[in-house]
T-cell receptor, first 118, second 110 residues
């Protein structure tokens, strides 16, 4: 149980286009989902906290107009990278915290999405 | 199916105790194993292990990887209340996939 999926797992896009990444909790409901960016050999950088039915909370330095987050249901959050540039190329990971029935502090991570912008 | 399993799920100890956290994995095309400490928000990086038998150490924390038995341990000696956190283990594959365990919640009581 407690599986989180991400789609796509790997995407290449041209500079200037937008890319949408989906994060789904497959067997539990998640009021809160997190979006991270992974830098090589570094810790995960939290980009934003996504709460179902409300606006996402962005971390300092993360452009909310560039990284659009929508958490429309208790099992789905999406991250859209708008007008992507090569410097946006990275590994994006989402995680989900269960709404109830499990320990609230647990996070279940998705497998990540590798974005390459050419 | 690729997976990472951490144990125990939670642990409560007194200050000064030594704890050992476990991480076992089944991941094809293993590249590295990483340990993170997560307190409030983003997990912070602790160690990256790629070779068996070589202990990595940072202060009171140390970790070692066994690629034959497919596991790693994270040791914390002389625990302090500031060590209370969730410790995450992740395995990176050569296919650039990350597989995270669900974490071990450590609580250190004064």
């Amino acid at each position: 149980g407690a599986v989180v999926s991400q789609h796509p797992s790997w995407v290449i896009c041209k500079s200037g286009t937008s890319v949408k990444i989906e994060c789904r909790s497959l067997d539990f409901q998640a009021t809160t989902m997190f979006w991270y960016r992974q830098f090589p050999k570094q810790s995960l950088m939290l980009m934003a906290t996504s709460n179902e039915g409300s606006k996402a909370t962005y971390e300092q330095g993360v452009e909310k107009d560039k990284f659009l987050i929508n958490h429309a249901s208790l099992t789905l959050s999406t991250l859209t990278v708008t007008s992507a540039h090569p410097e946006d190329s990275s590994f994006y990971i989402c995680s989900a915290s269960p709404s109830e029935g499990r320990r609230a502090y647990e996070q279940y991570f998705g497998p990540g999405t590798r974005l390459t912008v050419t | 199916e690729d997976k990472v399993v951490q144990s125990p799920l939670s642990l409560v100890v007194h200050e000064g105790d030594t704890v050992t956290l476990n991480c076992s994995y089944e991941v094809t095309n293993f590249r590295s194993l990483l340990w993170y400490k997560q307190e409030k928000k983003a997990p912070t990086f602790l160690f990256m292990l790629t070779s068996s038998g070589i202990e990595k150490k940072s202060g009171r924390l140390s970790s070692i990887l066994d690629k034959k038995e497919l596991f790693s341990i994270l040791n914390i000696t002389a625990t302090q209340t500031g060590d209370s956190a969730i410790y995450l283990c992740a395995v990176a594959s050569t296919g650039n996939q990350f597989y995270f365990g669900t974490g071990t919640s450590l609580t250190v009581i004064p």
